[in-house]
């Protein structure tokens, strides 16, 4: 077996603040993706990333950079918070086409 | 684009009895995946089922690739099965082609 941990696990920061995301895997999967999910709506890719140094832009990758420095490990940054947003980001692992498995999430509030 | 579409958007339940919850998506999906999520948890996948009926405990899922669609039974629902349950589908046509696209969930309540 293996585990994802991202952290921190609460974020909370101010408008126009640029705000760091990580995620650990030790499944050794070559595939890491980071999800955002807004209350009521289901999980929006963001970016993904099939090796290390790779990246790939999802369907809400405007307002965020990532960086997949070695296998274990993807960053996400959200360059510029928006006022009063408050979403749920969540990192996944997989081995490339098949489960994902997901983290705990990282739950932000801009103030 | 590619959508997934679950039903019900919530249902509510006494102990002890099933639910069925429905999953339909526009593209033909090389994979398909049940997620639950407890209320402010993370995601815990509970089956990967392109094709066919699968089973896990009191969960059976069954996916019927040429017609779209999959379903996941809960028998003899608990207060604890209470939760968000995600149908998520990867396809290999169009731009989303290899990637997880999810459905907006399915909220069920179990009462005692």
């Known amino acids: 077996g293996g585990i994802i941990t991202q952290t921190p696990k609460f974020l909370i920061g101010q408008e126009g603040q640029k705000l760091t995301l990580k995620c650990q895997q030790n499944?050794?999967?070559?595939?890491m993706y980071w999800y955002r999910q807004d209350s009521g709506k289901g999980l929006r890719l963001i970016y993904y990333?099939?090796?290390?140094?790779?990246?790939q832009k999802g369907d809400l990758s405007e307002g965020y950079d990532a960086s997949r420095e070695k296998k274990s490990s993807f960053s996400l940054t959200v360059t510029s918070a928006q006022k009063n947003e408050m979403a749920v980001f969540l990192c996944?692992?997989?081995?490339?086409?098949?489960?994902?498995?997901f983290g705990p999430g990282t739950r932000l509030t801009v103030l | 684009g590619q959508q997934v579409q679950q039903s019900p958007a919530s249902l509510v339940l006494q102990e002890g009895e099933n639910a069925e919850l429905q999953c339909n998506f526009s593209?033909?999906?090389?994979?398909l995946q049940w997620f639950y999520q407890s209320p402010g948890g993370s995601l815990v996948s509970l089956l990967s089922?392109?094709?066919g009926t699968k089973h896990t405990g009191r969960l059976t899922s069954t996916t019927v690739t040429k017609e779209r669609r999959s379903s996941l039974h809960i028998s003899s629902s608990q207060t604890t099965d209470s939760g968000t349950y995600l149908c998520?589908?990867?396809?290999?046509?169009?731009?989303?082609?290899?990637?997880?696209?999810f459905g907006h969930g399915t909220i069920l309540r179990v009462h005692p």
């Open positions: 996944a692992s997989s081995i490339r086409g098949r489960e994902q498995y």
């Open positions: 499944f050794n999967h070559d595939t």
């Open positions: 990333s099939i090796t290390e140094n790779d990246l």
């Open positions: 593209s033909t999906a090389t994979q």
């Open positions: 089922n392109p094709s």
């Open positions: 998520a589908i990867v396809s290999n046509t169009g731009a989303n082609t290899g990637k997880l696209t």
